[in-house]
């Protein structure tokens, strides 16, 4: 009885603060207030107006953010960037809101996380739905995630001056400068931020780096499954990719100007609607028509990246500690649509990506010819062979191009570099779970997202063998973003010790039921890539042009 009534007093304080105010906040563009977390442990300031765009700005770099008198209620949870859903399109154009999550009883000032999330470049938001930031701010760190324009309204990217490109990663860079200059307000400490992101998150966050736009903005980086070298993270022939849009709307055109004049007048969730299949070409690129480019210089505009991330952080790295990872079965989750149809094509077409560059078509045929033996032997391609060809979605969108780019920042940087492997399948390997392939051994695309954020919309059961795997990446994620160092010396009581990759040898975390420390996993794919970029990388950028 006794037990029972402690319980009712309990849930009926938790109710209590739910709609309980947080203490009110005063930055640059006026004074702001948000709520308490439900068990009082943390404040959230959700919806702030970081940047803005609109119709008139569309296509280009954001507005700066707005002011306003009296107090700013930021409670609000849901909306987004507009995206297309099952339901239609959603979100509103003047989107670019940020949200703070900041622990009640930390002492101050506290580290800073940044969170920008994935969704190959067209969905997603930064929203509690699934980024719910309880399981970071119990160590003690302060989580912001937003929300960054997607699709045509985020990554058009034209080559002219009314729509040069990276929109949207424009508004991450404004996002970051708001962090750096207001964060501090919040009990954040400005002079200790790390940036995270997964999949394009990922690769956003890996651009960012590379770029000279965002020097001073952040101090460390996390790189979850996605890389700045890989085949999908900059558009090859970005004019003729935005000439399919218009093809949609019955018009022939690949001039970047009347392209401009047609796509700008259209109504934002018009706009967003259109999603033209790319020919399937000789190339294995990706299907996706929106990403980052190199950009054109033009008086006054600033650029994202004006070469290749490749040669960017080859000649001008940041020297800032970098974790970078993959999981163990990442092309799961492309395989789920794949058909007899379209792999029987595949039999026909290189297996690699547009990102290479042959003297001739007999020397690309090939190396072709390499990729198709080592993966498939003699066999066609098809459903029988269906876990090989996750393997090279696996290996020549995710694992190597991570490994690559680590390799990359080894070489011209003296900060540390943690590399790791998620290999854990458990009750919150959500997208492997909804493939179809939930059999199959490894962790699928995006699987580790749900043991480092309490997703609310699918009523997870937290096992305690999963809550193992909660503690220990959170714990390490947040003590990289304190210390630089995910297993410092003075925290004796995990259960093991990451090692740092150290010049030509990478050391990977396995996170695993037991983690473990090894060297790079499968070994074979890694040569076999390792060779075919070496040798043929594109990395004169006007390729890209």
């Given at each position: 009885?006794?037990?029972?009534?402690k319980?009712?007093?309990?849930?009926?304080?938790?109710?209590?603060?739910?709609?309980?105010?947080?203490?009110e906040?005063?930055?640059?563009?006026?004074?702001?207030i948000g709520?308490?977390?439900?068990d009082?442990?943390?404040?959230?300031?959700?919806?702030?107006?970081?940047?803005?765009a609109?119709s008139?700005?569309?296509f280009k770099a954001?507005?700066?953010?707005?002011?306003?008198?009296g107090i700013?209620?930021?409670?609000e949870?849901?909306?987004?960037?507009?995206q297309?859903?099952?339901?239609?399109?959603?979100?509103?154009?003047?989107?670019?809101k940020?949200n703070?999550?900041?622990?009640?009883f930390?002492?101050k000032?506290l580290?800073?996380?940044?969170?920008i999330?994935g969704?190959?470049?067209?969905?997603?938001?930064?929203g509690?739905?699934i980024?719910?930031?309880?399981?970071?701010?119990?160590?003690?760190?302060?989580?912001?995630?937003?929300?960054y324009?997607?699709?045509a309204?985020?990554?058009?990217?034209?080559?002219?001056?009314?729509?040069?490109?990276?929109a949207?990663?424009k508004?991450?860079?404004?996002a970051?400068?708001?962090?750096?200059k207001n964060?501090?307000?919040?009990?954040?400490?400005?002079?200790?931020?790390?940036?995270?992101?997964e999949?394009?998150?990922?690769?956003?966050a890996?651009?960012?780096?590379?770029?000279?736009?965002?020097?001073g903005?952040?101090?460390?980086?996390?790189?979850?499954?996605?890389?700045?070298?890989?085949?999908?993270?900059?558009?090859?022939?970005?004019?003729?990719?935005?000439s399919?849009?218009?093809?949609?709307?019955?018009y022939?055109?690949?001039d970047?100007?009347?392209?401009?004049?047609?796509?700008?007048k259209?109504?934002y969730k018009?706009l967003?609607k259109l999603r033209p299949?790319k020919?399937?070409?000789?190339?294995f690129?990706t299907?996706?028509?929106?990403?980052?480019?190199?950009?054109?210089?033009f008086?006054g505009?600033?650029?994202?990246l004006?070469?290749?991330?490749?040669?960017?952080?080859?000649s001008?790295p940041k020297?800032?500690?970098?974790?970078?990872g993959?999981?163990?079965?990442?092309?799961?989750?492309?395989?789920?649509v794949?058909?007899?149809?379209?792999?029987?094509?595949r039999?026909?077409?290189?297996?690699?990506?547009?990102?290479?560059?042959f003297?001739?078509?007999?020397?690309?045929?090939m190396v072709?010819?390499?990729v198709?033996?080592f993966?498939f032997?003699e066999?066609l391609?098809?459903?029988?062979?269906?876990?090989?060809v996750s393997?090279?979605?696996t290996?020549?969108y995710?694992?190597?191009?991570?490994?690559l780019?680590?390799?990359?920042y080894?070489?011209?940087?003296n900060?540390s570099i943690?590399?790791?492997?998620?290999?854990?399948?458990?009750?919150?390997?959500?997208?492997?779970d909804?493939?179809g392939?939930?059999?199959e051994?490894?962790?699928?695309?995006?699987?580790e997202?749900?043991?480092?954020?309490?997703?609310?919309?699918?009523?997870f059961k937290?096992?305690k063998?999963?809550?193992?795997?909660?503690?220990?990446?959170?714990?390490?994620?947040?003590?990289f973003?304190?210390?630089?160092?995910?297993?410092?010396?003075?925290?004796?009581?995990?259960?093991?010790?990451?090692?740092?990759?150290?010049?030509?040898?990478?050391?990977f975390?396995?996170?695993?039921?037991q983690p473990?420390?090894g060297?790079?996993?499968n070994?074979?794919a890694?040569?076999l890539?390792?060779?075919?970029?070496?040798?043929?990388?594109?990395?004169?950028?006007?390729?890209?042009?």
């Amino acid at each position: 009885m006794k037990y029972r009534k402690k319980l009712v007093l309990f849930t009926l304080f938790a109710m209590n603060l739910v709609d309980q105010p947080a203490p009110e906040v005063i930055i640059a563009q006026g004074t702001l207030i948000g709520k308490t977390s439900a068990d009082g442990t943390f404040f959230e300031y959700m919806g702030i107006p970081y940047a803005s765009a609109n119709s008139s700005n569309r296509f280009k770099a954001p507005f700066s953010a707005p002011s306003w008198d009296g107090i700013y209620k930021a409670t609000e949870e849901f909306y987004s960037c507009p995206q297309k859903t099952p339901i239609g399109v959603v979100g509103t154009e003047d989107c670019l809101k940020i949200n703070v999550y900041v622990p009640a009883f930390a002492e101050k000032p506290l580290p800073v996380m940044v969170y920008i999330h994935g969704g190959a470049f067209i969905l997603g938001s930064g929203g509690k739905l699934i980024y719910a930031a309880d399981f970071l701010v119990k160590h003690d760190v302060i989580v912001v995630t937003f929300h960054y324009r997607l699709g045509a309204l985020g990554f058009l990217c034209l080559g002219i001056e009314e729509a040069p490109g990276n929109a949207g990663l424009k508004d991450q860079i404004a996002a970051l400068r708001w962090v750096k200059k207001n964060i501090a307000a919040f009990g954040g400490d400005s002079d200790n931020i790390t940036i995270f992101g997964e999949s394009a998150g990922a690769t956003s966050a890996a651009i960012l780096i590379a770029s000279k736009a965002t020097n001073g903005l952040f101090n460390r980086a996390i790189i979850q499954s996605g890389s700045s070298v890989t085949s999908w993270s900059v558009n090859r022939k970005s004019v003729w990719v935005a000439s399919l849009l218009t093809k949609e709307l019955g018009y022939k055109t690949e001039d970047p100007h009347e392209i401009y004049e047609i796509l700008s007048k259209l109504h934002y969730k018009d706009l967003i609607k259109l999603r033209p299949k790319k020919p399937l070409e000789m190339y294995f690129d990706t299907q996706l028509l929106h990403l980052p480019c190199v950009e054109r210089s033009f008086p006054g505009v600033e650029q994202v990246l004006d070469d290749l991330p490749y040669n960017l952080i080859s000649s001008n790295p940041k020297n800032i500690p970098v974790i970078l990872g993959s999981n163990s079965n990442e092309g799961l989750f492309l395989v789920a649509v794949e058909t007899a149809d379209t792999l029987k094509e595949r039999n026909t077409h290189y297996l690699f990506a547009s990102d290479l560059k042959f003297d001739d078509e007999d020397e690309a045929a090939m190396v072709a010819k390499e990729v198709k033996e080592f993966y498939f032997g003699e066999e066609l391609i098809s459903l029988k062979s269906i876990t090989n060809v996750s393997k090279i979605y696996t290996h020549l969108y995710f694992e190597i191009p991570v490994i690559l780019e680590s390799e990359l920042y080894l070489s011209n940087n003296n900060a540390s570099i943690y590399n790791y492997y998620f290999d854990y399948e458990g009750g919150r390997n959500f997208l492997k779970d909804r493939t179809g392939y939930s059999k199959e051994k490894g962790a699928c695309h995006a699987d580790e997202m749900f043991y480092l954020f309490d997703s609310k919309f699918w009523p997870f059961k937290v096992r305690k063998r999963d809550q193992k795997i909660i503690d220990f990446m959170t714990k390490i994620w947040t003590n990289f973003a304190k210390y630089g160092d995910p297993t410092p010396p003075s925290q004796s009581d995990l259960p093991i010790k990451w090692t740092p990759s150290k010049g030509n040898y990478l050391n990977f975390l396995y996170i695993q039921d037991q983690p473990k420390m090894g060297s790079i996993p499968n070994p074979k794919a890694y040569n076999l890539w390792k060779n075919i970029y070496t040798k043929y990388r594109r990395t004169n950028f006007q390729d890209y042009l």
